[in-house]
């Protein structure tokens, strides 16, 4: 148990300037160091550079392509549990255009939707030209190989159709196939690249799945073109002549928009873009052939040169699309040094100066926030785990720095709201802020059982931080609110207060009816000081 009176405390200078004087030392030391290592391994930090501006690619493609296909994921599976509510068919057309409309203009990556059934059936709706593209196949009500094409306005109306002769099935699809194999596990998988058969585009196809009461199967299947993907994808760039790109697992490179290239195979077999004796992107096809000869793992930095040029590049799973699809990015080796050459007055330059501001904070921030920094473990929680930081406080019972209190203002014994009730806590936080800080948890009982502040009445929320607010500012005064955070939040759907104090920089008093109190914390109780020992107590702590 921390005492109230502590010679440590007596001279807070001297410890700050010793900690002051050792962080300067540690940033003199590392900032030397680190000159050293430049200078003696100039060549290797040249590789350095250039695995960085890899690395830092991949981070950015990885976050951006997350962006991209978050929304598509989550509006698929969404998508899954409409169509189970609304026992969603392929004769459904008007309510499925109406569900999917919307998402097909916000998405433009999701080419089209389709809704196949295990009894042959399939609804396909697509946009095009303007209008909106369907292609039913129903062998019971159309015959077999028979597809009912019909061009739907921008309202959803029709405008023509027709009828043509097909051997398209379904069933032979690579993403019917593999939408049989989601279960609850794996609601979404996504399939390998491969062209379109209606479009001829190149894409992946992610696939969902459910059965109805009468044991029938569906597959709901978003198309997402890859092309558009790559564009934005090709625009991310760290440095000068670095470039970001896709590939499939099989080394076929999926070029953005406007790009020459080779295609390869057909819409059955899947093959894209195959390297080939392009110009404008020999050197993407030279790192896939490259990693592709070499047979290097993924995630393993590999360079290649041409015409006296050193490139590095990298290939990574893109994780969202569950290893359908990777990523590549490369960068110039040679611009990298030349740049790192260029500038290395400035680089030294800035070390300098990196090194004084850091003298300079190091004693401001020691400063400012030493006693906060010792008291932080004691005087606030973790908001991303609340529950278990809770239980775990409950478990560890009251302290100097932490307290319970049933209520905010009810007196649970008359049923009446008494003042003693606010009064009590208040002494609480008056104590932790003249000692080490603290927690003082209301709606927990002395035994540390959650009974909930919900005996205090409160209407909402906001009457609660106008209530504390008040107090506050009545009998402690609001100058000290930068010490206390007040976090309103359910545990076991009981209301719950939680007060973080800080150890305050200038002494606290509790005013109640005309009279001033000095209160520390003395082990789990709130100790009322007289004059005498409130002045020695303030001489010696601040």
């Not at 001297?14 to 003696?40: C, M």
């Amino acid at each position: 148990m921390t005492t109230a009176f502590s010679p440590l405390i007596t001279s807070p200078s001297l410890v700050h300037r010793r900690l002051t004087r050792d962080l300067t030392l540690l940033v003199l030391l590392l900032i030397s160091l680190f000159l050293i290592l430049s200078y003696f391994y100039s060549k290797q930090i040249q590789n350095d550079i250039s695995l960085s501006i890899i690395n830092s690619a991949k981070k950015l493609v990885i976050a951006k392509n997350n962006r991209i296909f978050e929304p598509i994921s989550n509006n698929l599976n969404l998508s899954r549990k409409w169509a189970q509510l609304e026992s969603l068919t392929t004769d459904k057309q008007d309510v499925f255009n109406k569900r999917f409309i919307p998402i097909l203009e916000t998405l433009p990556q999701i080419s089209s939707v389709i809704l196949a059934s295990s009894e042959g059936k399939e609804y396909f709706f697509t946009k095009k030209d303007g209008n909106w593209l369907s292609r039913h196949i129903d062998p019971e009500k159309l015959g077999t190989n028979t597809a009912q094409w019909r061009v739907w306005n921008s309202n959803n109306q029709l405008m023509k159709e027709w009828q043509e002769k097909t051997q398209y099935q379904s069933q032979n699809r690579p993403w019917y196939q593999l939408g049989l194999t989601t279960d609850a596990n794996t609601p979404i998988k996504w399939t390998m690249p491969y062209s379109f058969y209606t479009q001829q585009i190149p894409g992946i196809t992610g696939v969902t799945s459910w059965s109805d009461k009468n044991d029938i199967s569906y597959i709901l299947a978003f198309d997402v073109t890859l092309s558009d993907i790559a564009q934005s994808l090709s625009a991310i760039s760290v440095s000068q002549n670095d470039m970001s790109f896709l590939i499939s697992p099989k080394g076929e490179v999926i070029l953005p928009p406007g790009n020459k290239h080779i295609v390869m195979g057909s819409s059955q077999d899947g093959s894209l873009y195959a390297p080939g004796n392009d110009s404008d992107n020999y050197v993407i096809f030279d790192s896939v052939t490259n990693w592709v000869n070499n047979q290097s793992p993924l995630d393993q930095p590999g360079s290649f040169s041409r015409n006296n040029k050193r490139w590095w590049y990298k290939f990574f799973v893109l994780d969202a699309y569950h290893n359908s699809i990777y990523a590549g990015v490369i960068a110039p080796e040679k611009n990298l040094m030349d740049i790192f050459t260029e500038n290395i007055r400035f680089i030294i330059a800035g070390i300098i100066l990196l090194l004084v501001v850091a003298v300079v904070m190091a004693n401001v921030l020691v400063k400012k926030y030493a006693h906060q920094l010792k008291d932080l473990p004691k005087t606030s929680i973790s908001k991303a785990d609340f529950a278990n930081e809770i239980y775990e406080l409950l478990r560890l019972g009251e302290s100097e720095t932490l307290e319970f209190k049933s209520t905010m203002r009810k007196n649970l014994k008359t049923g009446k709201n008494g003042k003693e009730i606010e009064i009590a806590w208040l002494k609480g936080l008056v104590g932790f802020m003249n000692t080490s800080g603290g927690i003082l948890l209301i709606g927990v009982n002395d035994d540390g059982e959650i009974l909930g502040i919900e005996a205090d009445e409160f209407e909402n929320e906001d009457k609660i931080l106008l209530h504390f607010k008040n107090l506050l500012s009545q009998h402690i005064g609001l100058e000290f609110s930068n010490f206390i955070n007040l976090i309103i939040n359910k545990i076991d759907a009981k209301t719950i207060l939680v007060i973080e104090c800080e150890r305050a920089d200038r002494p606290a008093f509790l005013h109640n009816k005309n009279e001033e109190s000095f209160y520390i914390r003395s082990g789990p109780a709130s100790v009322n000081l007289s004059i005498s020992k409130v002045i020695k107590y303030i001489q010696n702590r601040y």
